[in-house]
T-cell receptor, first 115, second 114 residues
Framework: AQSVAQPEDQVNVAEGNPLTVKCTYSVSGNPYLFWYVQYPNRGLQFLLKYITGDNLVKGSYGFEAEFNKSQTSFHLKKPSALVSDSALYFCAVRPRNQAGTALIFGKGTTLSVSS | ETGVTQSPTHLIKTRGQQVTLRCSSQSGHNTVSWYQQALGQGPQFIFQYYREEENGRGNFPPRFSGLQFPNYSSELNVNALELDDSALYLC?????????????FGSGTRLTVV
């Protein structure tokens, strides 16, 4: 079965420190890869996506993600965390060239940034 | 350019009832997909509509059904509501059904079944 794993339920980091939120996937082929953020009682906001090209993808609010094909990973990173980055983060993949499918989500990682 | 709009934002229904949730897609998008997000979980794919036809479905029973209209807005209907249907329902629109252009999500409808 195709799946996305976010191994950490919660990541704690001090403001100003770098952060990493991990994501690995088990999906055939070369899927499209996405990161979304969710604030309490809100929908999902798009952060970034990998379609093709450079393995380092830059997105919104200073976030970036590194695609590693051999490890089937797509970790989210930010060089300097802000308290306002505290939220729930979802990694999602969309199998490429598979009609009738949509996004497969991980269970989410709560990021807590302390001041 | 407007984003994805969902209505209502919240509603409470009784077990056994039927509910209809609505979604207006982002301007120019012809594909709508629906997701169920239970508390503490990631969103789960329900189904997808492309140009008014269902072209993909997740592991949800037939009492979850939908429609897409000529203006690409969409409805999610759930019959015979069960307590476990309580969740945040998210609608996402996209350009094309292939996924490469990404997905824009609405703010969701919070459904509580009592």
């Amino acid at each position: 079965a195709q799946s996305v794993a976010q191994p950490e339920d919660q990541v704690n980091v001090a403001e100003g420190n770098p952060l990493t939120v991990k994501c690995t996937y088990s999906v055939s082929g070369n899927p499209y890869l996405f990161w979304y953020v969710q604030y309490p009682n809100r929908g999902l906001q798009f952060l970034l996506k990998y379609i093709t090209g450079d393995n380092l993808v830059k997105g919104s609010y200073g976030f970036e993600a590194e695609f590693n094909k051999s490890q089937t990973s797509f970790h989210l990173k930010k060089p300097s965390a802000l308290v306002s980055d505290s939220a729930l983060y979802f990694c999602a993949v969309r199998p490429r060239n598979q009609a009738g499918t949509a996004l497969i989500f991980g269970k989410g990682t709560t990021l807590s940034v302390s001041s | 350019e407007t984003g994805v709009t969902q209505s209502p934002t919240h509603l409470i229904k009784t077990r056994g009832q039927q509910v209809t949730l609505r979604c207006s897609s982002q301007s120019g998008h012809n594909t709508v997909s629906w997701y169920q997000q239970a508390l503490g979980q990631g969103p789960q794919f329900i189904f997808q509509y492309y140009r008014e036809e269902e072209n993909g479905r997740g592991n949800f029973p037939p009492r979850f059904s939908g429609l897409q209209f000529p203006n690409y807005s969409s409805e999610l209907n759930v019959n015979a509501l069960e307590l476990d249907d309580s969740a945040l329902y998210l609608c996402a629109s996209s350009l094309g059904s292939g996924g490469g252009y990404g997905y824009t999500f609405g703010s969701g409808t919070r459904l509580t079944v009592v």
